[in-house]
Structures are given as structure tokens and as C-alpha cells.
């Protein structure tokens, strides 16, 4: 929302739309005395310019129901406490009369075009028939009403109650007519189509039944889905109808088709008791106990939407123009009005001046810092006991939260946040770590050899999970040694001896460096073939006469001769063969474990000191001045 007050009214700004709040500012306190509201009057410069549109437009607690009479003259209001009926007119912006009852008015119509004839329905099964003098009958019926309506081509009021029957009473002949039996265990509400003539009652079981008063015959019966109670009934024209539920969703029928046409729900999950249709604009007008929705017929889309800070119990609008007036659960009924839906009514046309100089001053525009969560996210909060209430404002397919609120929640819900917040962070720089180093492909344990291939190729047939049991099921191994595998594949055996090192080499990947570096320089000897390497472990292969250097005790001028002869031999037929003889010795296998022991013992040997000063020398023996022993 963005919200621009000012000293006389205040301005809503929902989707681009202004909505203006004729009620909005001080009120004067009623246990006040003339003197003393008089010079709160003076004193106070918001009271000066506030806005009345109709005197003393309040009750003193809430009010429940609101209606224009036909004519469009008067204003008809009930609420509590205590149960009072008021009456405004709109030619002279002020009440014209109020007139106390005995119990709460449940429902009421207007029966006449003008003020003069009413219907009431109370809590206490009483029905109440009132003139421009006053109250003219009374009546009770058998069971706790619900809501009326009234038939002007038969004269007969339709009163839906609880349990399974319509009561009808004939203001003719002034008698109870046979009631309507319907299949559900209460009506909740009734509502006359008067091009038709046919009489629409909403039920407790989620069904709108359909009747003829003039046969008295159910015509057709239509299941709402996914609803328990219907709250409220409206027509349009001769084959729109919209039904709203209690769990806050508006669906428009064509009457001659069961599958709805759209539906429309207020995310508040709260009964709909107010549905109207715009001629020009195709707008309908939806309105639930916590907001108030302007929307497309055709796509659904919201035009906008008021949500005020008391329950709305019910709404009027003043059909041709913009105004909107709301019956809550507050002291002062709220008066709207939206010029995108309509001009302001005659009797108050000084309103489109006024919202014109509103549009031309400059004011601050307050920006109201919120969240929005979806229906998931409320959940995981445990927040969903709050829906319906001020804490929470629908919007779309989620709500609005306030941000401080939002905070606080979460750090009950999670006072671990800010560590896990830390991990987080401290496991995505590890990650990132780790796409740097080089990635060890790891082997499946079945069919290694063509897990292998498949890597080669690049078919990723290891990713597919489709092919999962492929290796990791041993049913599944492949025997490279059967008949049937050779007959297949009758080439593997000629590429097996080619292979065979690659594959040795790519499962063994635990070998030390060393090795590999000697294993790289012997492979790229036997590449360049100038070469050929040859290991001797015996030095008495080198000579031809079988002597070796280290072992025969000869002179010194025949251990030369013998050396230059079997060098003379050898390096001819390394010539020749292109051999190179080199000695290779054999490592000793060693073991870390006795190699760190004996470093530690040669270490305690360093470090360690001698006992031998803590000893207590014994003292030599001495005979006259000498030492004898």
C-alpha cells in the first residue's frame, strides 16, 4: 500500500488505483457535553477539517447490516449495543431517525421503494414488520432464522433457518404458505432472481438450490466444489451467477452449466458475505470479513483492494457511482469512495472537487516495510493461526508480514540461524576448493573393464540411472572367459594383450611416484630402440671368463688384461645387438615402522643424560694421612 494522508482525508493507493476514506480522522467522544465538543471543535485543527459526508454516520459499538432503499434517497443501518436501527438520508446528510429493538436484527429488506416499509429478522426467532410510524406486527417462527427475502409478484417473504425447511409467509393474505423442504440440515442465505422468478437458497452441505415458486418444485440442484457452506448469493443480468463460500472463495456460474466459470479466492479463509456486479466496467465486487476485492470478471484479475483495520460485516454500494459503504465491527461505518469504478453521487457532488485538489497537492508518501511469505512459509513458521488477522495481509497467492515481526519469528523458530548461516559459508569455500583439484574417477565393482570404456567414450552411461544395476549388481557381471563372450566378440583377445597394461595401470593408482617416474624414463628408452636395456644381477656375466672383480685374488696386470678383453668382447656385440649393459640393484624392502623407532632411540641416546652425578661417592680410607683404599 502506499498510504498519502492528509488533514481532511486519506488517500489509498492500491494497483494504481486511488481509493479515498471519506471516514478517516478524530471523532468527538459522545459523553461529551455541547460546551465542551464546541471548543474541542475550536481548538482542534484536524476536527476543523475533517470530513463528515453524513451526520453522526456511527453506532456505539458495531454495526452488523447496511442497505440503500430502491430509490436511492435513504440509508438503512443496524448494529448494537444496544440493537438499534438507524435511518440516514442522503438529501440532508443527516439521520433521520433511530429506533431501538428488543434483540439483535439478523437480516433486514426493504419492502417499498422508499423508507416507509421494512422487514426485520431477529435473533430470537421474531420477525418484525416496521412503517414510517413505527412497528406495525410481529411474528415468530419455528426455528433460529437465518436470511430473508421477499417475492414482490407472489407478495411473499422467503425465510431460510436452521435446518431442512424454507418458510414462506404470504404478506397478502397474511398466512404461513407450506414450507420449502430442501436436502441439507440449514439455508444460510436466500436470494430472488426476479427476471426468472426463481428462488436461490444456499445450504449448509455446499449445494445452491434452484425453485420455482410457482410450481413449488426444486428446478435443479448445483454442488459448489471443495465447499462446505454457502454465505452468499447474487445474479447478474439473466445467466451469471456468483455464489461465495465460507472458505473465501467467489465462483461465477453461467446458470446454465455446473462447471464454474472463474474463481476467485481472498486467501483469508473467511465467509464471503458480499458479491456485486459492475454493468460498464465488468468488474465484480467481493468482499469477505478482511478485505474488500475489485476484479475482472472475464481473467480474475484485481483491480484493487481495500483492507480496513475493523471486520467488514457487510457492504453497500451505491450502484451508478463510486461510493462504498462498509457495516464493521468498528464504532464509525466506513464510507469509500473510487472514482476508477464510478462519479460521486449527486448529493455529494462537491466530492470529485475535493479529490481533485487532493490529486494536485504534493504530500510524503510512506513505503510500509514488509515480507511476503507463501501458504508453505507461513506453515514451516507456524504462523498459520495468524491468518485472518491484521498480522497478516493477503496478496496474491501469499501475505504480507511485517518485516520486525518476520525477524522475530525466525529467530524462535531457528535460534541456530546465524551458526548454520557460518557453515554455510565455511562449505561453499570448500567446494569451491575442491572444483579446483583434480577429480579421481572412481571404479564400480562390477564390470570394471567396461566402465572403463564407457569413460573413453564419454557415453556417461555411469550417470544414468537407468543403468545403475549394470554395476552394481553382480547378477549382471560380465564373464570375459565363456565361449559365448569370445564367439561375440571374437577381437577382444588380439586388443586383450595391447590393453592389458592400460587397464593394469588405470586400477592400481596407489603406486609410489618413484615408480612411476622410473617406470615413464624405461618406456620412453624403449620408444626411441637405439637401446636396450638388460638387468644383471650376477657381476659374472660380464666377463668371459666367468671371473668376477670382487671375488678372485689375481694381480693386478692380469685383472687388467681381463677387464680390457671382456670389455673389448662385450662392447662388439652390444655394437652389434645395440645392447647397453647397466647394473640395476635390487632395493631392500623397508619398513617405516622400524625405521621410526630406531630414529627414536637414536634420539632418546642424544637427548639423554646420566644418573651417574646423583650417586653418593664413597669416600676413600686413609691410615696416618694416607690413602690406602
Known amino acids: 500500500y502506499f498510504i498519502q494522508s492528509n488533514l481532511r482525508m486519506q488517500v489509498l493507493n492500491t494497483n494504481d488505483v486511488k481509493i479515498y476514506n471519506l471516514t478517516h480522522g478524530k471523532t468527538v467522544p459522545d459523553w461529551l457535553s455541547d460546551r465542551k465538543r464546541r471548543l474541542l471543535l475550536k481548538s482542534d485543527v484536524g476536527l476543523q477539517k475533517r470530513i463528515q459526508l453524513l451526520q453522526e454516520f456511527e453506532m456505539p ?16 443501518v443496524s448494529g448494537v449495543y444496544p440493537p438499534r436501527l438507524r435511518c440516514y438520508n442522503t438529501k440532508e446528510l443527516s439521520m433521520k431517525f433511530e429506533r431501538g429493538m428488543n434483540e439483535e436484527v439478523v437480516a433486514f429488506h426493504i419492502l417499498s421503494d422508499d423508507w416507509k416499509k421494512l422487514v426485520l429478522l431477529q435473533s430470537e426467532r421474531y420477525i418484525e414488520f416496521h412503517t414510517q410510524d413505527g412497528i406495525y406486527y410481529r411474528t415468530r417462527i419455528p426455528a433460529f432464522g437465518r436470511d430473508i427475502s421477499y417475492y414482490s409478484r407472489a407478495a411473499e417473504l422467503f425465510i431460510g433457518a ?31 432472481h426476479h ?4 428462488l436461490l437458497l444456499g445450504t449448509d452441505s455446499g449445494t445452491v438450490e434452484c425453485w420455482d415458486p410457482r410450481s413449488r418444485d426444486r428446478c435443479a440442484t448445483l454442488s459448489v466444489p471443495e465447499s462446505t457452506n454457502i454465505t452468499c448469493l447474487q445474479t447478474h443480468k439473466l445467466l451469471e451467477l456468483g455464489v461465495g463460500t465460507e472458505d473465501g472463495r467467489v465462483i461465477l456460474y453461467d446458470i446454465r452449466s455446473t462447471k464454474p466459470v472463474i474463481m476467485k479466492d481472498h486467501h483469508y479463509s473467511k465467509p464471503i458475505n458480499s458479491i456485486y456486479f459492475h454493468d460498464s466496467e465488468d468488474y465484480v465486487i467481493s468482499a469477505c470479513s478482511k478485505s474488500f476485492k475489485i476484479w475482472l470478471k472475464d481473467s480474475g484479475k484485481p483491480v484493487t483492494t481495500i483492507e480496513p483495520e475493523e471486520d ?14 462498509f457495516a464493521n465491527e468498528g464504532q464509525k461505518m466506513k ?29 510524503n508518501v510512506v513505503y510500509d516495510d514488509y515480507k511476503f511469505l507463501t501458504q508453505e512459509e507461513i506453515t514451516s513458521l507456524g504462523l498459520s493461526h495468524l491468518v485472518g488477522t491484521n498480522y497478516l ?12 515481526l518476520y525477524r522475530e519469528v525466525k529467530d524462535i523458530v531457528n535460534p541456530f540461524a546465524f551458526e548454520e548461516y557460518k557453515e554455510n559459508l565455511v562449505m561453499n569455500k570448500l567446494e569451491s576448493q575442491i572444483k579446483d583439484r583434480i577429480k579421481v574417477k572412481k571404479l564400480p565393482k562390477v564390470n570394471k573393464r567396461l566402465a572403463i570404456k564407457d569413460m573413453h567414450k564419454g557415453s556417461k552411461l555411469l550417470e544414468d540411472d537407468r543403468f545403475s544395476s549394470l554395476f552394481n549388481n553382480p547378477d549382471y557381471n560380465i564373464d570375459e572367459e565363456s565361449e559365448q563372450y569370445k564367439l561375440i566378440n571374437p577381437t577382444v583377445r588380439k586388443h586383450d594383450a595391447t590393453k592389458k ?27 626411441k630402440g637405439s637401446m636396450k636395456l638388460v638387468s644383471v644381477q650376477d657381476e659374472s656375466k660380464l666377463f668371459s671368463n666367468g671371473k668376477s672383480l670382487s671375488l678372485t ?51 632418546k641416546r642424544r637427548l639423554g643424560r646420566s644418573a651417574s652425578s646423583l650417586l653418593r661417592k664413597q669416600r676413600g680410607k686413609f691410615w696416618r694421612g694416607r690413602k690406602v683404599g
Open 393 to 404: 495481509r493477503a496478496y496474491m497467492h501469499g501475505f504480507f508480514i511485517d518485516m520486525k
Open 312 to 325: 467488514i460485516c457487510d457492504v453497500a454500494w451505491y450502484e451508478g457511482s463510486g461510493m462504498f459503504f
Open 501 to 527: 597394461s592400460e587397464f593394469e595401470d588405470y586400477l592400481s593408482p596407489s603406486a609410489s611416484e618413484e615408480d612411476e617416474e622410473e617406470e615413464e624414463e624405461i618406456k620412453t628408452i624403449k620408444r
Open 553 to 603: 685374488h689375481i694381480p693386478l696386470g692380469e685383472r687388467l688384461d681381463d677387464v680390457n678383453t671382456s670389455h673389448a668382447n662385450h662392447s662388439s656385440t652390444a655394437q652389434h645387438q645395440g645392447e647397453a649393459v647397466m647394473k640395476i640393484e635390487e632395493r631392500k624392502p623397508t619398513n617405516r615402522r622400524t625405521e621410526e623407532a630406531k630414529q627414536n632411540q637414536s634420539e
Open 335 to 363: 464510507t469509500y469512495y473510487i472514482p476508477t469504478v464510478g462519479p460521486a453521487p449527486k448529493w455529494c457532488w462537491f466530492l470529485d472537487n475535493l479529490t481533485e485538489e487532493l490529486e494536485e497537492s504534493t504530500d
Open 195 to 198: 427476471q426468472h422468478s426463481l
Open 61 to 76: 459499538i458495531s454495526s452488523q447490516k447496511i442497505s440503500i432503499t430502491p430509490d436511492k434517497t435513504h440509508i438503512y
Open 162 to 192: 436452521t435446518g431442512p425447511n424454507v418458510y414462506r409467509l404470504n404478506l397478502c393474505k397474511g398466512i404461513f404458505m407450506n414450507p420449502f423442504e430442501t436436502v441439507s440440515t440449514g439455508v444460510n442465505v436466500t436470494h430472488v
